[in-house]
């Protein structure tokens, strides 16, 4: 079992950046690929990025690549979200997520792949 507990949400103006953490428990996370996911009101929720549990291979949603960067570091049990030149529709609240099956190859991008869940952060870019 893992608990994750997100941080680092809040109001930015359009053009700003936030930092988000994602603090996991146990001692099994080193194992895990991490994912992100965000969901606006009224919409379902979707895939922003994901990083292997070796750290080696990122990966990105189209909308957000170039913009956002994901990171770990195993030894602190924290995956983070760097998010620059935010824009007004990345609006959402923002869930960190743990794949505990990850594949060989690739990660997984659906909602359904991730069996761990915090509870997530608000993130409101004001235009």
């Known amino acids: 079992q893992v608990q994750l507990v997100e941080s680092g949400g809040g109001l930015v103006q359009a053009g700003g950046s936030l930092r988000l953490s994602c603090a996991a428990s146990?001692?099994?996370?080193?194992?895990?690929?991490m994912g992100w996911f965000r969901q606006a009101p009224g919409k379902e929720r979707e895939f922003v990025a994901a990083?292997?549990?070796?750290?080696?291979?990122?990966y990105y949603a189209d909308s957000v690549k170039g913009r956002f960067a994901i990171s770990r570091d195993n030894a602190k049990n924290t995956v983070y979200l760097q998010m620059n030149s935010l824009k007004p529709e990345d609006t959402a609240v923002y869930y960190c997520?743990?794949?505990?099956?990850?594949?060989?190859?690739?990660?997984?991008?659906?909602?359904?792949?991730?069996?761990?869940w915090g509870q997530g952060t608000q993130v409101t870019v004001s235009s």
């Open positions: 997520a743990a794949d505990r099956t990850p594949s060989m190859l690739g990660v997984a991008s659906t909602v359904a792949d991730y069996a761990y």
């Open positions: 146990g001692r099994t996370f080193s194992r895990y690929d």
């Open positions: 990083i292997k549990w070796n750290t080696i291979s990122t």
